[in-house]
Nanobody
């Protein structure tokens, strides 16, 4: 059974940083494209980043470019989303997902985690 579990969310002040983790079981993340998505209250889920299994190809939403960075630790079967210089508009539930190609299109992803809440507020 495939399971993706996000962690690392929380409350942070504007300008602060958080690192989210996406740990997998029943699935080898190194063999999949991993996407990060977020959904703010009352808004549609949107793509934040998508990275190939080697992380050589990673795309980011314009709203997070230069602030967010994806990395992987294949020995731990975990993917990370480092978020720096956080802004109130980054507040959302963040999800990781596993799919087949690098895209911010939600429909390309087959497996999803349950999400972790990130709140940016002073």
């Amino acid at each position: 059974q495939v399971q993706l579990v996000e962690s690392g969310g929380g409350l942070v002040q504007p300008g602060g940083s958080l690192r989210l983790s996406c740990a997998a079981s029943g699935l080898t993340l190194a063999r999949h494209v991993i996407g990060w998505f977020r959904q703010a209250p009352g808004k549609e889920r949107e793509g934040v980043s998508s990275s190939s299994n080697s992380v050589r190809t990673t795309i980011y939403a314009d709203s997070v470019k230069g602030r967010f960075n994806v990395s992987r630790d294949n020995t731990k079967n975990t993917v990370y989303l480092q978020m720096n210089n956080l802004k109130p508009e980054d507040t959302a539930v963040y999800y990781c997902a596993a799919g087949g190609w690098v895209t911010l299109n939600l429909r390309a992803y087959d497996y999803w985690g349950q999400g972790t809440q990130v709140t940016v507020s002073s």
